[in-house]
C-alpha cells in the first residue's frame, strides 16, 4: 500500500474510533474527576461558595474503589504455561514460564497489572501493552516489556472489535501529543520539521486543525494494524521422515517429483501479519513489521455490555456518583442547619438593646459571660427579657437521607460494613466470613477480566519469545519460589 493511501486509511479509521467512543470518553473522564474530588454539580458548588454556604465533600467512593482494587493486589494473577503435547514438553514449559517470570520481573509487571485493573474499576477500562526494545545501546539483542498505558484516553481502539480480551481487533491507535518545540528534536528529518525550517518557524505555520496540529501540539500516533493476503495452505508429508507438516509454501516441483515430498491437501487461507506505523496527519515517520497474529494491545475492562449493538463500558464509580452527590449534599445541610440554629436572632421590645447593640449583634458569632438589655421599653413599661426566635430544624430528616445514601452507596459497590472490618449483627465466624465474602463475589468480574486479559497477554508472549530471543545468549529464568 502507498504511503498516501495508508496514511488515508489510517485516519479514517482514527474518525471512526474517536467517533464512535466520543460518549464513553465524556463519561470516563467525569468518573475519574469525580474519584479525584469533583463530587458536586459545578453550578450547586458556586452558588455555596458565593454565599459562604458549607460545601462538603464526604467521600466513600475512594475507600470502596481501594477494596475492589486491592483485593486484586492480594491475588495477584500470574502467567503460567502449560505444556499440550508434541514439542510442547513439560522441559519446555518450564523454560518458558522462567522467560515470562523473568519478563514480568524486569517490566514491573505488578504495577502495570495494578495500573490497568485501577483504571478499570474507576473508568471501565485500562490497557496493557507489550513491546520490545533493544537490551542496550551497545546489543542488537532484544527483549520483551510488559506496561500499563498511562492513560487509557489514549488509545483509541478498534469499534467493531467483540471479545473481552481485544484478540479481534483489526486496528488501533495510540496517541501521543507532542510540544511543537520538542517535535523538532525528537523528529528532526519529519516532512513537518522541514517545512517549519524552511518557514522560520512555528509563528508562521497556519495550517492548524481541531486535532493532530494545535497551537501548541503535534500528535503523534503509533497506529497497529492487520495486514491479510490470500495464500494456499499445504498438508506436507516429508517421505523421508514420516513427519507431515502445514505450510503456505509450495513445495518446489523437483522435491515432490523426485518424491521426496508429498502434497496430502490444499486450501485456499489468509497470512495476517501485524503491522506497526509511527504517523502524524501527513507522513509515516517510522514502520515495522510485529511478529505474531494479534495485535500487543490488551483492553482489561471493568463492566463491559452491548445495548442495541453499542458497547457499554462502565466501572464501578458510573453508578455510585447519585448517592454520594446526595451524602455529600446531606452532610452539608446537617452542618448549614446545626450552624443556623445557632443563630437563631433574637426578639425584643423597641429600646430594649439601647446601648448594648454590639453585644447583642455579636452574640452569634462571639461567647459573652452575661448580655445586659433595658427592661423598659422606649414607652417606659417592663418587659421580658429578648428571647432567641428558635425553631425546631428538621435535623432528623437529613440525617435519616444522609444515612439512606450512606446505605445505598454499600449496596452498589457490595462493600457492606463485615467487608471492612466494623462490627455487625453476624455473631459466628461462618457468618461473618460469608458476609465478608459478599464484597468479593460483588466485584469479582473486575479482577475475572483483568485475568482474561494478561491470559491473552501471555498466549501472545509465547508465541512471539522465539522470535526475539533466537540467537545465543545468556539470560536467567526465575523459578516458582
Known sequence: MADQDLLKTALKRFDIA??????????FREDLEFVGGS????????????????????????????????????????????????????????????????????????????RAGWYAAAGGVGYLRLRAE??????????????????????????????????????????????KDDFQYRYPNAKL????????????F?????SWITQSNVRVAEYYYKDHTEATLYQVMDNVTGQIYTTTVEPPKDIVDAGMVMILNKRPTTKTVIKWCLITRDEILDESIWPGDTIPVFPVYGEDYFIDGKRIKQGAVRRAKDPQKMLNFSASLQAEIIDLNAKAPY?????QFDGFEDNWRDANRKNFGYLEYNALDINGNPSAPPVRNAIEAPITSVQQ????????????????????????????????????????????????NLVRSIRQLGKVMVKIIPFYYDTERIIRIIKPN
Open 134 to 179: 533493544y537490551e542496550s545501546p551497545n546489543s542488537f539483542n532484544q527483549k520483551l516489556l510488559i506496561e500499563a498505558i498511562a492513560d487509557p484516553m489514549t488509545v483509541f481502539y478498534d469499534p467493531n472489535s467483540v471479545q473481552p480480551d481485544g484478540s479481534d481487533a483489526e486496528w488501533v491507535f495510540i496517541v501521543d501529543s507532542v510540544p
Open 206 to 210: 497556519q495550517q492548524y486543525d481541531a
Open 193 to 204: 520539521t522541514k517545512t517549519i525550517e524552511d518557514i522560520g518557524g512555528w509563528t508562521n
Open 401 to 448: 437521607t444522609k444515612m439512606q445514601a450512606v446505605e445505598d452507596l454499600k449496596a452498589i459497590f457490595g462493600i457492606f460494613d463485615a467487608s471492612l472490618g466494623a462490627t455487625s449483627n453476624e455473631v459466628s465466624g461462618v457468618a461473618i466470613m460469608a458476609r465478608k465474602q459478599q464484597s468479593g463475589i460483588s466485584n469479582y468480574h473486575y479482577y475475572d
Open 18 to 27: 474517536e467517533e464512535a467512543d466520543t460518549e464513553f470518553r465524556r463519561l
Open 347 to 351: 426578639i425584643g421590645a423597641a429600646g
Open 39 to 114: 463530587q458536586w454539580l459545578p453550578l450547586a458548588k458556586q452558588q455555596r461558595t458565593e454565599s459562604s454556604r458549607p460545601c462538603f465533600t464526604i467521600d466513600r467512593i475512594n475507600p470502596a474503589l481501594r477494596q475492589i482494587v486491592n483485593e486484586q493486589r492480594q491475588n495477584k494473577p500470574r502467567i503460567e504455561v502449560l505444556p499440550t503435547g508434541g514439542n510442547a514438553t513439560e522441559t519446555v514449559a518450564n523454560v518458558m514460564q522462567g522467560m515470562i517470570r523473568q519478563i514480568e520481573y524486569d517490566s514491573a509487571a505488578d504495577s502495570a497489572y495494578d
